[in-house]
């Protein structure tokens, strides 16, 4: 007769706290991972404030420097005009003083008109006139220049100029 004998095998126990609830473990694992995503998304976000803000400080320092360049070259510019205006003022001086002397050249340059003036001393202060007469009498010829046009043959300054010299004039303003 044969004897037939079963043999139950148990699963050796676990120690007790091994024990693993799966659900909450996979719970646990996606929390510090979302944590990980989340803390490198605050870190990226911080290191982008960060960045701009140093270029925003950049931008603001190189808005300064370009205004300085701005300034620098203005400063410049105005004052290489200046130079050449005066020198500018200068050769004319020269050139009036040779023609007429240092006193006429002079009240030239300051504008004035006075009778026994030159013409181009009523050009050059009252500039370009807005009519010219021209009188030709036996011995010499005259000049009329006539400055702010009223209507018909009305102006407001009238300079009479005699062989080159203002001779008078009539001021209706």
């Known amino acids: ?6 043999i139950t095998v148990k699963p050796p126990e676990k120690p007790s706290g091994y024990e693993v609830d799966w659900p909450i473990a996979e719970a646990v694992a996606v929390l510090v991972f979302a944590a990980g995503v989340v803390g490198g998304l605050v870190a990226l976000l911080v290191w982008l404030i960060r960045r701009a803000g140093r270029d925003a400080e950049i ?3 190189r808005a300064g420097w370009e205004a300085q360049q701005r300034a620098a070259y203005e400063a410049q510019r105005y004052h290489e ?3 050449a205006r ?5 050769a004319d001086f020269d050139y009036l003083e040779k023609k007429y002397g240092a006193e006429t050249a002079g009240r030239i ?3 004035e008109v006075w009778i026994g003036a030159p013409a181009e001393a009523v050009l050059r202060a009252k500039g370009k006139p807005d009519h010219v007469d021209e ?4 011995s010499k010829v005259e000049h009329v220049l006539k400055y702010g046009h009223r209507g018909a043959d009305r102006y407001a300054l009238r300079y009479y100029i005699e062989d080159g010299e203002v001779s008078g004039w009539e001021d209706k303003t």
């Open 86 to 90: 005066v020198a500018a003022a200068q």
């Open 1 to 6: 007769m044969l004897v037939s004998h079963s």
């Open 109 to 111: 340059m300051k504008g």
């Open 135 to 138: 009188i030709v009498k036996k």
């Open 81 to 83: 005009e200046q130079a």
């Open 59 to 61: 931008s603001r320092a």
